[in-house]
Protein backbone atom coordinates (compact mmCIF):
# COMPACT_ATOMS: atom_id res chain seq x y z
CA UNK A 1 0.00 0.00 0.00
CA UNK A 2 1.45 3.15 -0.91
CA UNK A 3 1.73 6.17 1.54
CA UNK A 4 -0.77 9.05 0.83
CA UNK A 5 1.19 12.21 -0.05
CA UNK A 6 4.36 12.77 -1.88
CA UNK A 7 5.46 13.22 -5.73
CA UNK A 8 6.87 9.93 -5.58
CA UNK A 9 3.70 7.47 -4.29
CA UNK A 10 1.35 9.77 -6.78
CA UNK A 11 4.06 9.02 -9.63
CA UNK A 12 3.74 5.24 -8.57
CA UNK A 13 0.29 4.94 -7.52
CA UNK A 14 -1.10 3.98 -11.50
CA UNK A 15 1.71 1.62 -11.88
CA UNK A 16 0.68 -0.08 -8.81
CA UNK A 17 -3.00 -0.40 -9.07
CA UNK A 18 -1.49 -1.99 -13.07
CA UNK A 19 0.77 -4.69 -11.02
CA UNK A 20 -2.22 -5.26 -8.48
CA UNK A 21 -4.62 -5.84 -11.76
CA UNK A 22 -2.51 -7.78 -13.78
CA UNK A 23 -1.67 -10.48 -10.55
CA UNK A 24 -5.68 -10.26 -10.33
CA UNK A 25 -6.03 -11.25 -14.00
CA UNK A 26 -7.63 -8.47 -14.49
CA UNK A 27 -5.37 -6.91 -16.88
CA UNK A 28 -3.80 -8.06 -19.98
CA UNK A 29 -1.76 -5.15 -21.52
CA UNK A 30 0.04 -2.47 -19.80
CA UNK A 31 -0.41 1.19 -20.96
CA UNK A 32 1.76 3.06 -18.72
CA UNK A 33 4.73 5.44 -20.13
CA UNK A 34 7.98 3.93 -19.88
CA UNK A 35 11.48 5.14 -18.95
CA UNK A 36 13.77 3.05 -21.42
CA UNK A 37 17.38 5.27 -19.94
CA UNK A 38 18.52 2.30 -18.53
CA UNK A 39 19.19 0.09 -21.22
CA UNK A 40 20.05 0.80 -24.51
CA UNK A 41 21.23 -0.55 -28.04
CA UNK A 42 20.07 -4.23 -28.52
CA UNK A 43 18.93 -5.08 -25.27
CA UNK A 44 16.77 -2.24 -25.57
CA UNK A 45 15.66 -2.96 -29.64
CA UNK A 46 14.84 -6.50 -27.73
CA UNK A 47 12.60 -4.85 -24.80
CA UNK A 48 11.07 -2.53 -26.60
CA UNK A 49 9.50 -5.16 -29.40
CA UNK A 50 9.10 -7.46 -26.32
CA UNK A 51 6.75 -4.61 -24.95
CA UNK A 52 4.86 -3.86 -28.37
CA UNK A 53 5.06 -7.43 -30.25
CA UNK A 54 4.30 -9.75 -27.83
CA UNK A 55 0.39 -9.85 -27.05
CA UNK A 56 -1.02 -11.07 -23.62
CA UNK A 57 -0.93 -15.12 -23.95
CA UNK A 58 1.69 -15.80 -27.17
CA UNK A 59 5.02 -17.09 -26.14
CA UNK A 60 7.56 -16.89 -28.68
CA UNK A 61 11.19 -18.58 -29.00
CA UNK A 62 14.16 -16.52 -28.19
CA UNK A 63 15.56 -16.11 -31.89
CA UNK A 64 11.73 -14.09 -32.90
CA UNK A 65 12.82 -11.11 -30.52
CA UNK A 66 15.81 -11.52 -32.12
CA UNK A 67 15.11 -11.20 -35.78
CA UNK A 68 12.33 -8.38 -34.87
CA UNK A 69 15.27 -6.54 -33.23
CA UNK A 70 17.42 -6.63 -36.34
CA UNK A 71 19.80 -9.79 -35.49
CA UNK A 72 18.39 -13.55 -35.88
CA UNK A 73 21.08 -14.84 -35.00
CA UNK A 74 21.34 -13.60 -31.17
CA UNK A 75 19.08 -15.59 -29.48
CA UNK A 76 21.33 -16.04 -26.59
CA UNK A 77 21.49 -12.74 -26.39
CA UNK A 78 17.69 -11.97 -25.92
CA UNK A 79 18.17 -14.29 -23.03
CA UNK A 80 20.41 -11.66 -21.66
CA UNK A 81 18.77 -8.80 -22.78
CA UNK A 82 15.54 -10.13 -21.23
CA UNK A 83 17.09 -11.10 -17.83
CA UNK A 84 18.65 -7.65 -17.39
CA UNK A 85 15.77 -6.18 -18.45
CA UNK A 86 14.91 -3.39 -15.92
CA UNK A 87 10.36 -3.38 -16.05
CA UNK A 88 10.10 -7.05 -15.10
CA UNK A 89 6.30 -8.23 -15.57
CA UNK A 90 5.83 -4.69 -17.53
CA UNK A 91 8.18 -5.00 -20.38
CA UNK A 92 6.75 -9.36 -20.93
CA UNK A 93 10.01 -10.80 -20.65
CA UNK A 94 8.28 -14.19 -19.42
CA UNK A 95 6.49 -14.57 -22.71
CA UNK A 96 9.96 -15.61 -24.32
CA UNK A 97 10.54 -19.40 -23.91
CA UNK A 98 12.24 -21.78 -24.97
CA UNK A 99 12.17 -23.93 -28.47
CA UNK A 100 10.47 -26.62 -26.35
CA UNK A 101 7.97 -24.37 -24.64
CA UNK A 102 9.87 -24.56 -21.27
CA UNK A 103 11.23 -21.92 -19.60
CA UNK A 104 15.14 -20.79 -19.93
CA UNK A 105 15.84 -18.81 -16.81
CA UNK A 106 14.43 -16.35 -14.47
CA UNK A 107 16.36 -14.18 -11.95
CA UNK A 108 13.75 -14.85 -9.28
CA UNK A 109 14.17 -18.36 -9.64
CA UNK A 110 11.94 -20.71 -12.08
CA UNK A 111 9.10 -21.09 -9.79
CA UNK A 112 8.66 -17.60 -9.80
CA UNK A 113 9.30 -17.31 -13.11
CA UNK A 114 6.84 -20.29 -13.84
CA UNK A 115 3.96 -18.21 -12.72
CA UNK A 116 3.25 -15.13 -15.16
CA UNK A 117 3.31 -17.29 -18.13
CA UNK A 118 1.75 -19.54 -16.49
CA UNK A 119 -1.29 -17.34 -15.86
CA UNK A 120 -1.36 -16.16 -19.20
CA UNK A 121 -1.83 -19.79 -20.87
CA UNK A 122 1.36 -19.46 -22.60
CA UNK A 123 2.81 -22.42 -20.65
CA UNK A 124 0.77 -25.03 -19.04
CA UNK A 125 -0.39 -24.53 -15.20
CA UNK A 126 1.92 -26.71 -12.80
CA UNK A 127 0.11 -30.22 -12.09
CA UNK A 128 1.15 -29.59 -8.38
Not at 24 to 47: C, E, I, K, Q, Y
Not at 60 to 79: D, L, W
Amino acid sequence: MLERGGAASERLAEPVRALDACTAGRLRDFRLPLDWSLTGGFNRRVLRELAVGMPYGTGAGYGEPAARAGQPGAAQAVGAAAGAGPLPVVVPCHRVVERDGGLGGFGGGLETGRRPPALEGVIPQPLF
